[in-house]
Structure formats: C-alpha cells, structure tokens
C-alpha cells in the first residue's frame, strides 16, 4: 500500500502520519529526510524523535531517498517517509540539475514495486508558512 498525506506547514500530518504508521501493526521504519542546518530544525528534529515509539527504527535518508527505500523496504515492514518536501528543498539548492534530474526520476521508479507498505509526507504549497519569530 502507498498513502500520501499532504497539509499546510505544521498541521499534524506528521502525526497523522505516525499514527497510520502505528495502526498499520508493522515494524515502522521512519525514513528521514532532514538536515540539520540550524537550530531551528534541530528542534524541530528532536520533537519528532521525542514523540515516535522507541521500537521504531531510524534511517536518515538525506538525499538518497529512492536507494534508502529499496535497502529499507520488505513485505512485514511500514516505510515512513518524512517529508518530501524537506527532500526535495535540499536537492534544489544543494545539487545539480542533472543529480535532481535523477534522484526523482529514481524514486518514481522504485517507488511502485517496493514491497511493503510505504507512506510518504509532504507539504502543500501555498498553505501556510513558518513565521519568522
């Protein structure tokens, strides 16, 4: 199964997210897509971790989203990917058009055969912003 969760910035479809990820009975692998840049997101970052189960395992997927999920996916097993948007952010700004290029050309590809059950979450644009202050 593949279940996208779209929402404004901070709306709680990261815990809805968990909370489908919880339901699913699966061993949960959180994938995530964050770098730590700044304090802000090291928050950020820590909340998360805060509030996830302590049996759920972590992979820091950075940039190589598409090759985590195939290292990471199995039947028996619930990949939860947050966020897509934070993912591809850092492409735009850290990569090459032509690394861009590929890296979502290869999620798009892996994305349909990967066993088990994968959920992905990413922001909506014009919904909302983090305020400066």
Not at 8 to 30: F, I, M, N, P, T
Not at 90 to 107: G, I, M, P, Y
């Amino acid at each position: 199964m593949r279940e996208l969760i779209l929402g404004g910035v901070r709306s709680g479809k990261g815990r809805l997210a968990d909370q489908h990820a919880q339901e699913s009975g699966l061993a949960v692998v959180y994938v995530a897509t964050a770098e730590v840049r700044d304090e802000e997101m090291r928050a950020r970052v820590l909340h998360h971790q805060a509030r996830r189960p302590a049996d759920w395992q972590l992979v820091c997927a950075g940039q190589n989203l598409a090759e985590v999920l195939q290292r990471e996916a199995a039947s028996g097993r619930c990949l939860l990917v947050d966020c897509l948007t934070l993912w591809l952010t850092q492409l735009l700004c850290d990569a090459e058009e032509v690394r861009l290029q590929f890296e979502v050309a290869q999620l798009l590809r892996v994305l349909p055969d990967l066993p088990g059950e994968i959920i992905l979450v990413s922001n909506e644009t014009n919904m909302g912003i983090v305020p400066m202050g």
